[in-house]
């Protein structure tokens, strides 16, 4: 097959370059229509029942994660220089497009009694563009005197405000978030140099503006790394301009096709997505490595350019697809964890790798036919003097010394076990930045302040329409009870609720008296009913949480990023305490919000690693069989891959790197490249025993010298190419590059050292079972004559 494929390409070379270059020229015009995503990352199935019932509350009362905040510590917070600059700013904030509310010490609403309309009315405190130092005395006090506010726009023991600012739905998943971030900061910058302040940021779209902000910067960053690392090792490698030339050629072709394809899916670059490009790179240079080297080696033999052009396609061809196809899986099964984000990484990155394989097969060679032939200085990376001496000892440690490999790489393998008891399963939401990042000094700022940003949200389900106000508002009190019982966890704000709006009016219904903001008795709130019903200024500001059919309630609350085992011990403890006030059998209450939502992923993502780990060894072992027949070879034959997924657990446990999403993609990637090392010994190893016709020990050497050459240069390759990563700000992507470069450097030496000791162990073992029974037979027939 891989004979007659070579003689098309070869004969065909003007037709073949026509049609990638008219497919390229395509996936180009497709490349440039491609958008950054700005939606919050889909890591939960659209049919998982966390996402699909906060997907219902967002239905019912609106985005819980569009408040961007804006904070800073003062004794002077009522100066009026101060207060004034805060009030324009806020009037300026408010003017930016996209922007839908905003709330700060400067534009506060009271609630006022009017018996003669008989109604509440909600007015501005602060309605005026300036004030003086007498008047905002009053206003100091008036705005101390209201409980509700405390807590959520100020904290008067430490002198802290905030500025929380409301985004539309619409801009909030766009890139015109960007530029409303933008502004905002630069307009906050100006009031901070003004003042002298510290001004800190924070809320989700703030966060996630910075995130997508560094991804857009990295992804070129990555490229032109993968880039220079690539051209330097393959300069080193081959000392050919030429050889470098055409594997870059072939690497850029497939990057733009990989992103020509996800642009056809309606895929959008996110912060994994981002990554493919330069993993691309990395991943579809040894392919060109492994291709120029054969080519070198057969010129070598003959001068013959065609002649040893046909040869390296007909005996790599088969070899390379396999190891792609391996490497594929690695990221295609990613499908399997039905979670949006991995899926769309892993189908482009699996597609992505088998087009450039195909790029690669076909345009490879047609360049070096193009080319001038090898010259003597070209080839001498054939002769490899110092890595032909290792590979010289690593055969004789594999034909005289298996027991000792054992023994060691035992050893090495039960530490790594020991590594892994130490693991941790942890995530926060903002821990893939860098702990020097603003963002984590922002975040420390609110969470001591304010208890925090994270939305945690609790939806309560009457089970009956114009539920929340029957049986005279017996919810208020429960709806009291539970916020009582989450103010004994310190990792909660104040919450947002009805009760609270309730306790804001039934003070305003008491003359204004702070001892009144409570709950009222069963008198006062019917006497209340009739003012609440009918609140006037703007809209309700009870509307926020009540849905139209008043069945449905929300408690809002502001969390601290406690990490995803902590958020998993909360929950324990406040559901049967939730049961206890709301049972199950009247009520149904369920927590949700972005802060729930990002614990189910974390699980959800490490569920999934166990099952989509399990389906890429059988895959990879099926694909296997196509090499050998034998069971017993291709089981084994995969321990050399797996122990470096060991090791390199192990080394996240001592190292105390937390097991979490971002770390979890590195043992899926990691194994299905750690396996074309099997594919490319086993595939020499059987041509060698079975085209040949040389004994078990025999091939083996021979495999050993020949593509273990190959396959240390694109070990090197890998490895320093997947190290370009730990350039990145994100702690995640460091994790992902530095552990899959130090996963794939073992597996190398697995591969040469590990499988060919264990394919001699199972010859040696064939042939002593064979001796065996061959003198049984012997005097079986002396028995007989």
Not at 89 to 96: Q, R
Not at 336 to 345: A, D, G, I, K, R
Not at 400 to 424: A, D, E, H, P, S
Not at 445 to 456: A, S
């Amino acid at each position: 097959m891989w004979e007659y494929f070579a003689g098309k390409i070869l004969r065909n070379k003007l037709i073949c370059i026509a049609v990638i270059s008219a497919i390229t020229a395509f996936m180009i015009y497709e490349t440039c229509q491609i958008k950054l995503s700005y939606d919050f990352a889909k890591v939960l199935p659209a049919d998982d029942p966390s996402y699909m019932g906060y997907m219902d509350f967002k239905k019912k009362f609106g985005e819980d994660g569009n408040v961007m905040v804006i904070g800073f510590s003062s004794p002077n917070l009522f100066e009026p220089k101060l207060f004034n600059d805060w009030s324009k700013l806020n009037s300026d904030i408010k003017s930016i497009k996209g922007i839908k509310e905003v709330l700060s010490l400067a534009s506060l609403y009271n609630v006022y009694r009017n018996d003669s309309l008989n109604k509440f009315e909600f007015k501005p405190i602060t309605p005026d563009a300036s004030y003086s130092g007498a008047q905002l005395d009053s206003i100091q006090q008036l705005v101390y005197s209201l409980p509700f506010y405390e807590g959520l726009v100020y904290n008067k023991e430490t002198g802290a405000t905030l500025m929380a600012i409301t985004f539309n739905n619409q801009d909030l998943n766009s890139a015109h978030r960007l530029e409303m971030v933008r502004d905002i900061v630069s307009a906050t910058d100006v009031f901070a140099k003004n003042n002298n302040l510290k001004i800190h940021y924070s809320g989700m779209p703030y966060i996630r503006s910075h995130v997508m902000e560094k991804v857009s910067g990295e992804m070129g960053l990555f490229m032109a790394l993968a880039v220079i690392v690539t051209a330097v090792i393959l300069w080193l490698f081959f000392k050919s301009l030429s050889s470098v030339v055409v594997s870059l050629i072939v690497a850029a072709i497939g990057v733009v096709w990989s992103l020509g394809v996800m642009q056809l899916f309606g895929y959008r670059i996110t912060i994994l997505s981002g990554l493919i490009p330069p993993l691309i790179i990395v991943i579809g240079i040894p392919n060109c490595v492994f291709l120029i080297n054969k080519y070198h080696a057969e010129y070598v033999k003959h001068n013959n350019k065609i002649k040893a052009l046909s040869r390296t396609i007909a005996s790599m061809g088969g070899t390379l697809f396999l190891a792609n196809v391996t490497t594929a899986i690695g990221f295609g099964v990613l499908y399997y964890t039905n979670s949006p984000l991995l899926v769309e990484f892993g189908v482009i990155s699996a597609i992505g790798v088998m087009l450039t394989f195909l790029i690669s097969i076909v345009i490879a060679p047609i360049f070096l036919n193009f080319i001038a032939v090898p010259k003597p200085k070209h080839t001498t990376h054939l002769e490899a003097k110092y890595i032909n001496k290792f590979l010289a000892k690593v055969d004789f440690w594999v034909q005289n010394r298996r027991i000792q490999i054992y023994i060691v790489i035992g050893i090495i393998t039960l530490i790594g076990f020991w590594g892994i008891t130490k693991m941790n399963v942890l995530g926060y939401v903002v821990d893939d930045l860098p702990k020097k990042d603003p963002v984590y000094e922002d975040l420390g700022f609110f969470e001591k302040n304010f208890k925090g940003v994270l939305p945690f949200e609790i939806v309560i389900d009457t089970k009956k329409p114009e539920g929340v106000f029957s049986d005279n508002a017996v919810i208020l009190y429960k709806i009291n009870k539970l916020q009582k019982t989450f103010a004994n966890y310190p990792e909660f704000s104040e919450p947002l609720s009805l009760a609270e709006g309730v306790k804001f009016s039934y003070q305003a219904y008491r003359g204004g008296d702070p001892k009144y903001y409570k709950v009222p008795g069963a008198s006062d709130l019917k006497a209340l009913s009739e003012y609440t019903g009918t609140l006037t200024g703007q809209q309700s500001k009870l509307k926020f949480f009540i849905d139209s059919t008043k069945q449905f309630t929300r408690i809002s609350f502001q969390m601290a990023d406690v990490g995803s085992v902590r958020i998993k011990e909360l929950v324990k403890e406040l559901k049967p305490k939730i049961d206890s006030i709301f049972p199950p059998e009247e009520f149904r209450v369920e927590l949700t919000g972005h802060s729930l939502v990002f614990l189910k992923s974390n699980d959800y993502l490490l569920k999934n690693l166990y099952e989509s780990l399990a389906i890429e060894i059988i895959l990879e072992t099926l694909v296997a069989l196509a090499l050998f027949r034998s069971i017993r070879i291709i089981v084994l034959s995969k321990i050399p891959v797996l122990i470096p997924l060991v090791i390199t657990a192990g080394v996240m446990g001592f190292l105390a790197i937390n097991f979490k999403p971002t770390t979890i993609l590195i043992f899926s990637i990691a194994f299905g490249i750690s396996s074309d090392g099997t594919i490319y010994f086993l595939t020499k190893y059987r041509q060698e025993l079975k085209v040949k016709g040389r004994s078990v020990a025999q091939a083996i050497s021979v495999t050993i010298r020949e593509t273990g050459l190959s396959m240390i240069y694109t070990a090197i390759i890998l490895f320093s190419g997947f190290a370009i990563f730990a350039a990145s700000s994100f702690g995640g992507t460091v994790a992902l590059g530095i552990l899959v470069s130090l996963t794939l450097l073992v597996a190398m030496f697995t591969n040469l050292v590990m499988l060919p000791a264990i394919l001699l162990s199972i010859d040696k073992r064939q042939s002593r079972r064979e001796a065996l029974k061959k003198p049984l037979i012997d005097i079986s027939d002396d028995s007989e004559n």
